[in-house]
């Protein structure tokens, strides 16, 4: 098994992205905490994923949440191998005349909840003297358009905070990457996906011809969770279908 033996916090893991994260990184050895608000969907996960799985209920935005899912790793387990940053948020409306606590919000739970966890997490990994991060950044961090400007921007900075991350710790034997997905089909997606004639017109975008599953967001992170990818790090990954390619 590929992560046979490793120690995987994993944020937003009852649904979507997290969850199909938490069902390759199970099913590949590793024992994986999920984090999350929706009690009723962490259980859920736990209930399908069986043994290898643990909910921690919490909000990314407070601290005493992520001091008790760094405890809970600690308490269980002793070690924190792997963190993927997945929790975030989506939301739009025009630049003037957006809301500063709209943009404020965006903002603290798709980057500054991240330094957060990531500030927790890295003090035993530097004990131990290895670690990996994954940070589920977007094609929005890499490419902008209109309306999302706070969306663009937590996701611009993600990559360059996993870029940081990966530069003042890789000695350590801490490794980070950033993975940039495009359009998935989550339950966070499918009121956009529902406008049959708009994603038409979208899906010209992407020349592999469709948009992505949350497994293929999930594969990625198989991948650089793994010491398949030992000499990865502070790589930005599109998982698009192509569309950043043109």
């Avoid at 997290?18 to 999350?36: M, Q, S, V």
Wanted: charged share 20%; hydrophobic share 45%; net charge negative.
């Amino acid at each position: 098994m590929r992560l046979e033996g490793k120690i995987a916090l994993i944020t937003g893991g009852g649904s979507g992205i997290g969850l199909a994260t938490a069902r390759a990184f199970c099913r590949e050895g590793a024992k994986t905490l999920l984090f999350g608000r929706r009690t009723d969907r962490l259980q859920s996960a736990v209930q399908e994923l069986g043994p290898q799985a643990q909910a921690v209920t919490g909000d990314m935005t407070r601290n005493e949440d992520l001091d008790r899912l760094i405890k809970t790793a600690m308490d269980t387990h002793g070690r924190i191998d792997i963190v993927v940053n997945n929790a975030g948020a989506f939301s739009g409306a025009p630049l003037h005349e957006m809301e500063e606590a709209q943009w404020n919000d965006t903002m603290d739970l798709n980057i500054s909840s991240v330094f957060r966890l990531t500030q927790r997490a890295l003090k035993p990994m530097i004990a131990q003297k290895s670690g990996n991060f994954l940070h589920i950044s977007s094609i929005l961090g890499m490419i902008a358009v209109p309306q999302v400007a706070a969306y663009n921007a937590s996701k611009g900075a993600l990559i360059q905070f996993s870029r940081s991350i990966a530069m003042e710790y890789g000695a350590l034997g801490i490794r980070s990457n950033a993975i940039c997905p495009g359009l998935i089909e989550t339950e966070m997606t499918a009121d956009l996906m529902a406008d049959k004639e708009l994603m038409a017109i979208w899906a010209k975008d992407y020349p592999i011809g469709r948009f992505g599953k949350a497994e293929d967001v999930a594969n990625a992170c198989l991948y650089l969770a793994s010491d398949e990818s030992a000499f990865v790090t502070g790589v930005v990954l599109p998982v698009d279908g192509g569309f950043t390619a043109h």
